[in-house]
């Protein structure tokens, strides 16, 4: 079988269904992380595209072949995922899933113990290595064993401990239905997700929509708050707004090149409480210095009830400084 190299990303592993990544990949795949980390018991979770049930089968099957026992928590968003490996007492995860790809897409992520990214940098290049030279036996006489669990209710819980509770994208061309819908309902507030769950993108009660960079900067100033003086780690692409709340709210920017690993990797190094991304990536040092889709929201709806505002009001100081031309990408041959 001639396996593309290319499928293995930076981050993770992404290919066309089945042409690029298939079931007989996916278990070459995880033979290999077997074979790199000798997981003694591991998560596996997967996304909502339909290629997933097929891929979830072979590579829990994979799993358990090699002797490997498996916490199987079933569709589940890449944070959730994220949340259990890092809950949990397994030896890593991988979850099935492309992310924000098209629906012919699919692909894996894959942690360590502690939810501890696997990068080009740290393993996934490795992986690669021995799927292509199919140095993957990793065959055992005794059989994992399989546990089924919901991991939604502990999920909710760990993301409403981020507040206090007394009793809870990024293309313009795809923010069009949302919109209308906030003017329609003259909703207070709009939140909308991407596939995968792992991004928050938010829009004010005038339908305007406010860019992850100035997300970044409000939820800075309010994290500042419950952490004086702490490491804020901000997207280089965009640092005027940012840096200024940080500043002002007494805290410490540092500034990283984007991407998950890359900065999950930095708030480790740095004992950095939050970090933000234009492209709506938030992470949580409480969350295992991973991304969630989910926090951000609670924080905001928090906000926007202790302070009796508008989040128009909240971005003002910043919207109403510096401009913002979008992200701008170029194809080259």
């Not at 290919?15 to 018991?41: H, R, S, T």
């Not at 591991?42 to 089968?57: A, I, P, W, Y």
């Not at 901000?234 to 709210?249: F, G, S, Y």
């Not at 989910?294 to 202790?306: A, D, G, T």
Request: hydrophobic content about 40%.
């Amino acid at each position: 079988m001639t396996i593309n190299p290319q499928i293995f990303k930076s981050y993770d592993v992404r290919g066309v269904y089945p042409a690029d990544f298939n079931e007989e990949i996916a278990k070459k795949i995880v033979k290999a992380y077997i074979k790199l980390y000798k997981p003694q018991k591991v998560v596996l979770g997967r996304d909502v595209r339909e290629s997933g049930e097929s891929l979830h089968q072979v590579s829990l099957a994979s799993f358990l072949e090699a002797g490997v026992d498996v916490i199987d928590i079933g569709i589940v968003s890449t944070d959730m995922f994220y949340f259990a490996v890092g809950q949990l007492p397994v030896d890593g995860g991988i979850t099935i899933s492309a992310s924000h790809n098209p629906r012919e897409w699919n692909g894996m992520n894959f942690c360590k113990k502690g939810a501890e990214p696997i990068s080009s940098e740290t393993g996934l290049f490795d992986i690669r290595d021995l799927v292509i030279k199919n140095d993957v036996n990793v065959e055992s006489e005794n059989k994992g064993s399989v546990e089924k669990k919901d991991i939604s209710e502990d999920f909710l819980r760990r993301v409403a401990s981020f507040i206090d509770l007394t009793l809870n994208p990024l293309l313009p061309q795809n923010r069009k239905e949302f919109l209308d819908l906030l003017r329609s309902e003259k909703a207070d507030l709009g939140v909308s997700w991407d596939g995968d769950g792992d991004r928050c993108f938010f829009a004010d009660e005038t339908a305007t929509f406010i860019e992850g960079y100035f997300i970044t900067a409000l939820l800075a100033t309010e994290v500042l708050k419950k952490h004086p003086g702490a490491k804020i780690i901000i997207d280089p692409r965009l640092v005027w707004a940012t840096q200024e709340a940080i500043i002002n709210a007494g805290g410490t920017p540092v500034i990283c090149k984007p991407g998950m690993t890359i900065i999950a990797d930095r708030m480790k190094k740095e004992r950095a409480v939050f970090g933000g991304e234009m492209s709506s990536h938030f992470y949580f040092k409480e969350n295992y210095n991973r991304d969630n889709g989910m926090i951000p929201l609670f924080l905001i709806l928090e906000m926007l009830s202790k302070y009796n505002t508008t989040l128009s009001q909240l971005v003002a100081p910043y919207t109403s400084k510096y401009f913002i031309s979008g992200e701008l990408n170029f194809e080259t041959e």
